[in-house]
């Protein structure tokens, strides 16, 4: 799982404790996202500091989700509404920009460049929830000698004798086109 770096932390500290201005308000947002265990102890951004740090030590918690749904009411909301939420945003944006990360619509903080399906797949992966099924003994792959194509005239020659392709089949016909 990624984990949610220093310089974010602290900036999304900031920003969340100067929107929220309430305890309650940060313990709940946090206890919503995911994040596990009591509230820590503290000021409103020695208390976020402590909750995503938690989040990035704990490996069944999804930081950057967390991160995420943190954030989402300030990134999702209009900028032309408040000027307070249009400063958060970009505060918020430069930080995320400069380790590599972005917030997309919704809550989600993915790398820089990696789309949603990335994403995923790529929690797939690392979660290893995605479960290949055995090969089945019974499919039989084509070998070398089964395919229809000649080796190359730009390779030197090799000591093993060229394969013939498969030939068509006896009743194989050309298609009649009709007039």
Known sequence: MAIIPHSVISTVASVLSQYYMSHTKINLLFMAAGALGEPPEGNMATKCIQWFKRCNEDETVDALSVLGLCIQTLMDADPSMDERISAAKSCIDDSLAKNLLCYQL???????GAGLTTKTLA????????????????????????????????????????????????????????P
């Open 106 to 112: 919704n809550g989600v903080v993915t790398v820089a």
């Open 123 to 178: 929690d797939f992966l690392s979660a290893a929830t995605l479960h290949l099924s055995k090969p089945n003994p019974h499919v039989r792959l084509p070998t070398c000698t089964q395919t229809r194509t000649r080796p190359s005239r730009r390779r030197a020659p090799s000591s093993k004798p060229y394969a013939k392709p498969i030939s068509r089949p006896l009743d194989w016909r050309f298609p009649q086109s009709n």
